[in-house]
């Protein structure tokens, strides 16, 4: 695996695999704790797929410098698997299909999903109505908990009166799940994970209104655990309540760990970039870590000893080293994906979805204030980093 991960990138940080299935069950019960059962990023491995074919014993390395430029949209870059999309609000990781890399993309301003599958050209999934004012829009995407049975998928959108958690199926029109998410000038982003136990987690904005995301009874700025129909998880801190934590601005991703045991979220606030560990039943007020340069915390991908975080403004990958607890044990690595003048690079990159053991697909917003080429936006595979000490570049 190693030798064709390096053959297609030298640099460690792009690769093609497959992608992981999602567990049978139906609902949440007992205590908030996610059990350790088959999670969205923890399935069976199908090999990985011969991409390019094998490298000869003496042929040069294939590095990110040896490839070409874009060509329109034509990316030559074996880990972009869709090309020319509007900037991207989120991405999920699709079942696999044989050897077939797939998953959703969602463009945040026009609604519009697509399925990206390597080797072919992006098709529309489904198009949904969205108001894109004050940084919403499209901004979550995630598989039902039971896809492989309802082949539905659920999505965050900011609407003309609210924020809220929809589902729709593939050419379907999107049912309301949850609605009356409060919306604002700002603060409409969300992001939506899996709980590891058959339930879906929802980060919302604070809608503009800091003082909601301290407010117990409102939806705004908060963590949030449901079941498929958008009810109340059971066993949250407050029965009937959906809140399970609070504290938040403008979420920017929310992730689980491979074996299920522990959440994450990411949240850009006014004066400072924050990760925070879920904890349920309490405030986000002891960050895991935080940005004071503010790169534009984005998704996040948690890799059992390694957790990864993408800017959206700064076009890094953050890089954690973590132990078996979840606690960070050194500073970030920082990795640069910004472009350089060939359009080698994928820029800045928002949300991310873990695919398999080693690869994560993500998706880049290079349209929205960067300098876009001509491939922009795209949807990439990341490679999983290699665990270090950790240490900023």
Known sequence: MRALLTALTASGSLVLASCATFDDSTSASGDWRPTAELTPERGPQPELPEVGGEQEPDAPERTQESIPPPDGCTDHDPA?????????????????????????????????????????????????????????????????????EDRLVYAYISTEEDNRVVRFAEDGEATPVLTGIPKGDSGNAGALGHGGDGTLLVATGDGGDPDAAEDPDSLAGKVLRIDRSGDAAEGNPEPGSPVIAGGLHSPGGLCTSRDGTRSWVTDRGGSVDTLYRIEPGEDLSAPAWTWQDQPGVAGCADWSDMLMVTTSHTGTIQSMPIDEDGVITGEPQVTDTQQDGNGIGYGRIADVDVISDDVAVAGTVNKAGSDPVSSDDRVVLLLRPEAGSGGAD
């Not at 609000?89 to 697509?114: D, Y």
């Not at 990206?116 to 919403?136: K, N």
Request: with cysteine; proline share 7%.
């Open 80 to 148: 972009v698997i869709a090309t020319c999309l509007d900037p991207i609000g989120a991405v999920a990781a699709l079942p696999p299909h044989g050897t077939e890399i797939g998953a959703l993309a969602g463009e945040r301003e026009s609604g519009t999903v697509h399925v990206a599958v390597e080797g072919a050209e992006p098709r529309e999934f489904a198009s949904l109505e969205v108001d894109a004012t004050g940084d919403g829009g499209l901004t979550g995407l995630a598989l039902s908990p039971t896809y492989h």
